[in-house]
C-alpha cells in the first residue's frame, strides 16, 4: 500500500519561545524567510504524500492562512509585476491538500495523532513532529518509505545522539539487520541515561499502520501526564514487525532555541543570495 497521508500534530502552545509565541504559533516562525512547518510540508509533498492532515488548536488560524490563497497580495504582486514573488506565493496555497483538526486539550502526542482517525481510516500513514527538521538531498521521509515498501511494517526514523541528551527522546531497543535499518524489539519514552537501552532516539518521522488508532484510544497517560505515542508504539510492537531507519542528512532541533538558531545560520549561508555576505559577517564577528 502506498503512503498518502500525513499527519502533523501543530497543537503544542510552544512555550520554549515565548514570548514569540504569544499570539502566533511556534510553527510559523521562519528559519530565514520561511515558516518552519513550510519546510516539513514540503517534505512530505516531495516524498510524495498527498494529502496532509494538520493537528490544531486554538491560536493556531495563520497556519490556516499561510496555505490558503491570498488573493489581495496576489493580486497585488500581480499588478506589480512581481512574478517572482506572485508564482512564489501561489505555490504555497497549491502545494498539496490539507485538511485541518482541531485538538481541544493538549492531551499529548498520542492524542494528537488520534484526532485524526477519522480522516486517515484503515490504511497506513506519515507522521511529522515539526521540531525535527531534516536538511537532506533525499527527503527523509522518502528514505523511509523505501523501507516501507519493501517489509509493508511500521518504520521510525532514529537518529544517534549523545547520551547526555538521550532523556529528551524516545529511544529504541534493536538489532541491526541491514545498512541504517533495525529491527525494533522495545521502545521507552523519555528514559534517564542509566535506563536508555541504546543511543538511538527515535526522531519525528514516522510511518504507521491504522491499528495505532484503537491501540491509543486505550493507552493511559504515560511520562509527562500525556498520552504518549511512543507507549501506543510498544503496544503496537507486540503485533507487528517494527523498523528503526537511520536516515541520511542533518537534522535540527528547531524546537529548542540553539536548535533553531544553528538551523537559521546554516540555512542562511547555503543560500545562493544570502550565503555569500553572511559568511563574511560571521568571520569578522568580534564579540
Ligand atoms: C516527541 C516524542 C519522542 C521523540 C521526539 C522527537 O517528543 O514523544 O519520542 O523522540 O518527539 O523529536 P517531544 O520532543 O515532543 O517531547
Redesign the pocket.
Given at each position: 500500500m502506498k503512503i498518502k497521508t500525513a499527519v502533523f500534530p501543530a497543537a503544542?502552545l510552544g512555550t520554549r519561545f515565548l514570548p514569540a509565541t504569544k499570539s502566533q504559533p511556534k510553527e510559523m516562525l521562519p528559519l530565514v524567510d520561511k515558516p518552519m512547518i513550510q519546510y516539513v510540508i514540503e517534505e512530505a509533498q516531495k516524498s510524495g504524500i498527498e494529502h496532509v492532515i494538520i493537528i490544531t488548536g486554538r491560536g493556531k488560524n495563520s497556519i490556516e492562512d499561510h496555505f490558503d490563497m491570498s488573493f489581495e497580495l496576489e493580486h497585488n504582486l500581480r499588478e506589480k509585476g512581481k512574478s517572482e514573488l506572485l508564482e512564489l506565493v501561489e505555490s504555497i496555497s497549491s502545494m498539496i491538500t490539507i485538511s485541518y483538526v482541531r485538538q481541544k486539550e493538549a492531551l499529548g502526542?498520542g492524542h494528537a495523532i488520534l484526532c485524526a482517525k477519522h480522516l486517515v481510516g484503515n490504511e497506513p500513514f506519515a507522521v511529522f513532529?515539526g521540531?525535527?527538521i531534516v536538511d537532506s538531498e533525499e527527503p527523509c521521509m522518502a528514505q523511509m518509505i523505501k523501507a516501507w515498501d519493501k517489509y509493508q511494517c511500521p518504520v521510525i526514523a532514529v537518529e544517534k545522539v549523545d547520551m547526555a541528551n538521550i532523556s529528551?527522546?524516545?529511544?529504541i531497543a534493536g538489532d541491526q539487520t541491514e545498512d541504517r535499518l533495525y529491527k525494533i524489539s522495545d521502545m521507552v519514552?523519555?528514559p534517564k541515561v542509566e535506563d536508555a537501552p541504546s543511543d538511538l532516539?527515535?526522531?519525528?518521522r514516522y510511518i504507521l499502520t491504522p491499528e495505532i488508532f484503537d491501540i491509543l484510544e486505550k493507552t493511559q497517560k504515560g511520562a509527562g501526564g500525556e498520552i504518549?505515542?511512543?507507549d501506543g508504539l510498544r503496544t503496537l510492537l507486540k503485533s507487528q514487525d517494527f523498523y528503526g531507519y537511520q536516515f541520511h542528512g542533518n537534522r535540527y532541533?528547531t524546537?529548542s532555541k540553539i536548535g533553531f538558531l544553528k538551523a537559521t545560520v546554516e540555512f542562511a549561508l547555503k543560500r545562493e543570495d544570502l550565503g555569500a555576505e553572511f559568511r563574511d559577517y560571521l568571520k569578522n564577528l568580534d564579540i
Open positions: 503544542g502526542l513532529l521540531d525535527d529528551s527522546y524516545g529511544v519514552e523519555k532516539a527515535i526522531i519525528g504518549q505515542l511512543t532541533d524546537g
